[in-house]
Structure formats: structure tokens, C-alpha cells
């Protein structure tokens, strides 16, 4: 392979990793002797599975993110005893504990397997976890649950437990948490108001409740990929898949570990979803590698347009007419290059309204309002094109790649209205 193709590749997978962190939600209620855990993972994932295995004690899990060669990141398991666990992403705080004499977390997946596969209760799922240095876990939460209802969320640096007969969680870490009620996650807020009066642990009043907790986007429907609900007691698992809670899959744990270890592709199991194809079909640099590529050459040519202009500016200062433009072009080049980055890294632009928001930063927020600007710029850019090539004021080099930079506005500007980020009503 030739050096210049494996270092693209490289970096296009670089652009592949960088996924904004998904919304998820999670319950657990418990009456009487009988507790069930219920998780919505909201994600823009588009290959759901469910996997069995036998080794130690039996266990299913669910997933969709990719992982390697035929594996995918577990985001919910259960075992044979009646064990289960469920995945929130969420920013998590530092600390300056030191955790240099606990044992390392080499690989997350086989580690959340491994406590599913040796713990039966949530007793020793705390003894167990407490032997590792977690803080490799820095942007996950996880809520654990057995049939007794004791269950305990486990943070990078912190253990929370408790014998609660309802618990509500959502993307935030409890620990950090003085007052429940100010807590805004619409999910959030929607699941505890659902238990406050009444709790049951029926089939019916969990996918109730499930339902009230899932998350719909305004571009593309639903944001709730998968919701399991689990039986803790009986051992089953009950999916629902992409806001459909009309059509369920139930599945006995004990009945399809007999069959030995297996995947199943849960798109095989429910009926066509139209929603969910339109979101199949979406085309992103977050599921397809061709556009991530593009992007990200897209990204170092209005990077070097910018830094030849301002090159060329200071080559030429006080001899060029309109060489003070060079400085505005280099602007624009940056601004859009800043823009390709976003494109690369913000998952949530693809299907959040625009102009996107987040939390997270400002810069990413004024990102949102490119589209917009690239539209008023265009023409009078390409009319300034125009006239520094006939005239050849500005010589070959520069002219033609503020020209190149015009076309490169005109692709990003078609795929601005493909992901419709012009869409503000």
C-alpha cells in the first residue's frame, strides 16, 4: 500500500472514532419478589444484534457499535442467574484518587462480559469491579440489578447502591447529583413522573413506561434504536425495536443458550421498519468511509488554500492590487476547513435540528450557522473568482486555488442540503 493512501486511511478511520456520545435511558422496578430492568438505547447505530454465550455462567447480551471482525460493544447482558446490566454514555468527572494499585481495564467489552460471565448478584458484581482501575470507563455509567432489586450504578470512580423499588437513569452520573428534580433529560423527567404514583412489574406497564422514556428526533423519527426489557426472575428478554412498540420479540435466555453460542441480526426478527430505513439510507462520514474521505480532504485543501493565501499575502504586501483579499479568503478557507472538522466529529449535526447546538462548545455551535453564510457568500466569491482570473491580478497559483475553494463550497453546499441543515422550520 502506497504511504500516502495508508496514511489517508488512517485518518479517515481517525474521523470514523470520534462519535458524539449517544442518549440513553434505564429503569429499574421491583414488587414483591419479582424485579425487571428496562433499557432504551438511543443510538444512530444501525445494526442491532443479540449474542449468547455459554462460557461460565450463560449469558445474552445487545448491541450495535462494531468492535472488530463479527463483535460488537455490549450495551445490555443478563445471565442465568438472573444478573443484568445496562450501558449509559455520559461525561463523567475527574478525580485524583489513585488507582495505580488496582488492576487495568485492557479491553471494556470483555471486561463488562467477564462480570456478567463470574457474578451471579449484585454483591459480587461490586467486589469484583472494585478490584479494577476504571477510570479507562470515563465516559460510561452502568446500572447493574439482580432479582432481589439491589442494584448498584457503577461510575469510573464511584459506587452507588441501593434497594430502591423504582430507579430512574438517564445520561448523568448519580454521584454528582445533589437534587434529582433539577435534572432536565426530557426522558428523565417523563420516567419519573410515569412511577411516582404507581409501580408495577407486568409486561405491559414496562413497556408503558419504556414508551414514555424513548427518545424521537425532529429529522429522522425516533432516536430509540433498541428497548429491552428484562425479566429477571423468569430469565426473558423482550425487544422492542425502533419506536415500534406494537410488534415485541421475546426471547427465554435459559432455551437459546441450549443452542450453544450464537448471534442473531434482530433486523431479522421484526418486520420492515420504514423509519428506521430512511435512517439506514442516510449517508453521513460517520457510516460511510467514501464520505469521511472526501471530508477529510475537503478539510486539508481549505486548510492549505488558507495558508497559501496568507503566503501569498505577505509575498506580495505592497505590490498587488486586492492583495488585502487574500486575508478575508484565508478566513473563509479556515472557517470552512474548522467546518469539515465539525463534520467529522459531530454525529448530532447529521440529525439534530439546525442550526446544530451543544453543550459542549461554542465554537462547534457557530458551526451550525455556516451553511447559512456559505449561501450569501458564494456568488459574490465566484463573481471575485471571476475577475482576478481575467485580469490575472493575483497570478495563477492563488487565483486558481481561491477558484477551487468556490468549488468546494458548491459540494459542501449540496451536502448541507442532503443532511438538511438548512432545515429551521
Sequence with gaps: MQPTIKYLLLAVSFLLSLKESLSCSAYKL???????IGSNYDSWLTQPHIWFE???????????????????????????????????????????????????????????????????????????????????????????????????????????EGYDDRYILANFCPSTVQDFGTIQQRRYVDGRNFVSHKIDTTLSFCTQLSDTMHVCREKFGDGTLLTSILDLKTNHVHLFFYHDYEHRVSLDLDEEL?????????????????????????????????????VMIFLLAFFLIALLMIISYFAGKGSIQHNRWKILVAFVALVFSWMMYVLGTQEGIYYFAAPYHTGTSSLINIAGYIPFASVLIIVPALMMSYRLIRKKTWGILPAYAFLMMNMMIIVSISGFMYWRLFDVF
Design 30 to 36: 421491583t414488587v414483591g419478589n419479582k424485579t425487571m
Design 54 to 160: 455459554t462460557s461460565g455462567y450463560g449469558a445474552y447480551f445487545t448491541g450495535a457499535r462494531p468492535i472488530g471482525k463479527s463483535e460488537f460493544a455490549p450495551q445490555t447482558g443478563m445471565n442465568v442467574h438472573g444478573l443484568a446490566f445496562v450501558t449509559l454514555a455520559t461525561a463523567t468527572p475527574s478525580t485524583q484518587k489513585d488507582f495505580s494499585q488496582l488492576k487495568k481495564v485492557n479491553n471494556r467489552a470483555q471486561f463488562l462480559k467477564d462480570i456478567i460471565h463470574h457474578c451471579k448478584d449484585v454483591d459480587e458484581v461490586k467486589a469484583y469491579v472494585s478490584q479494577y482501575d476504571r477510570s479507562e470507563l470515563n465516559q460510561d455509567v452502568f446500572l447493574y440489578a439482580d432479582q432481589s432489586g439491589h442494584y448498584l450504578v457503577v461510575e469510573p470512580f464511584e459506587l452507588i
Design 258 to 294: 441450549k443452542k450453544g453460542d450464537h448471534r442473531i441480526d434482530l433486523l431479522t426478527l421484526f418486520p420492515v421498519n420504514a423509519e428506521f430505513e430512511v435512517l439506514r439510507q442516510h449517508k453521513t462520514p460517520m457510516n460511510s468511509p467514501t464520505i469521511a474521505m472526501f
